[in-house]
């Protein structure tokens, strides 16, 4: 296999979220509570809709809890949105491929199960599997589901972009914009 250095991801994934991140934040009003739910030092307890995360003190005390689908209300109007929404998800797709522990290639991006149904975030890295087809046009598949999981930063802005934006978008809200295909993707 082959392997990333630390000198590589330790800059690619700062300025991965540097980028996602200034696309992103001009999307939304409460960029308070948005930078709490991004923070990874905050419980997130991913749920569908009822995704929440808890904001503590030093001395442990809870200090508010955020819903973040109903707190976290994206702002969807503006001649540039789909074309940022657009850069978002080509990110994204990115970040599943090249800065998730077990990399894939390219066209196992589009063996990924939805996010909606199978994506979890366990010990605050968010997991999903992608499968690889090697072999198979050669009549072989041995290919397993595979594991990968994101770093804390990225899944925190991958959980914002899925529950908040694209569920607005998805919500029929917005009917000038749509969430991309992977076909619509930057190369």
């Known amino acids: 296999g082959v392997s990333i250095t630390k000198d590589n991801w330790s800059t690619s994934i ?82 599943y491929l090249y800065l998730s522990s077990g990399a894939g290639r390219g066209e196992e991006i589009k063996r990924v199960h939805s996010f909606q149904s199978a994506f979890q975030l366990l010990f605050n890295h968010l997991r999903f599997q992608m499968k690889s087809t090697k072999a198979v046009n050669h009549g072989v598949d041995r290919n397993e589901w595979v594991d990968h999981f994101v770093s804390p930063s990225l899944s925190r802005l991958i959980v914002v972009l899925n529950l908040c934006v694209y569920e607005a978008i998805r919500s029929g809200s917005f009917p000038e914009l749509k969430v991309p295909a992977q076909e619509e993707a930057k190369a």
């Open 14 to 95: 700062p300025r991965t979220v540097h980028q996602f991140r200034s696309l992103l934040l001009p999307l939304f009003e409460c960029q308070n509570l948005l930078e709490d739910v991004l923070n990874p030092n905050n419980k997130m307890v991913l749920a569908g809709p009822d995704t929440t995360v808890t904001v503590v003190d030093e001395e442990g005390t809870v200090v508010k809890v955020i819903h973040v689908v109903s707190d976290i209300i994206p702002i969807l109007h503006g001649e540039n949105t789909q074309s940022v929404v657009n850069n978002l998800f080509s990110l994204e797709q990115g970040i």
